[in-house]
């Protein structure tokens, strides 16, 4: 059974960076996309960025672009997200996702697994 592991939220001020870290388990990943998401209170879950590693591609969302930076370690099935320059409007709970095929898509509803999330709170 897919298992992913979130980790490396916290408080950090304004201006100031942060990494998370999404860890795989239970299957073996070479075909999948792993994307981030985030959720504000009172927002809908909205795509932040993703990478799928057979066709060497990544994708962010505008609102991102420029300050963070998604990467992949193959050896450990592990994806890292690198937020940089964070700001008061990137609070929110960030969850990793995982969907089988190299297209990468922004749609909630095409990722398969999920996990628990991990909130990043940018204070001002």
């Known amino acids: 059974q897919v298992q992913l592991v979130e980790s490396g939220g916290g408080l950090v001020q304004a201006g100031g960076s942060l990494r998370l870290s999404c860890a795989a388990f239970g299957g073996t990943f070479s075909y999948y996309t792993t994307a981030w998401f985030r959720q504000a209170p009172g927002k809908e879950r909205e795509f932040v960025v993703a990478i799928s590693r057979s066709a060497g591609t990544t994708y962010y969302a505008d609102s991102v672009k420029g300050r963070f930076t998604i990467s992949s370690d193959n050896a450990d099935n592990t994806v890292y997200l690198q937020m940089n320059t964070l700001k008061p409007e990137d609070t929110a709970v960030y969850y990793c996702?995982?969907?089988?095929?190299?297209?990468?898509?922004?749609?909630?509803?095409?990722?398969?697994?999920w996990g628990q999330g991990t909130q990043v709170t940018v204070s001002s």
């Open positions: 996702a995982l969907r089988s095929g190299y297209r990468i898509t922004q749609a909630v509803r095409d990722y398969e697994y």
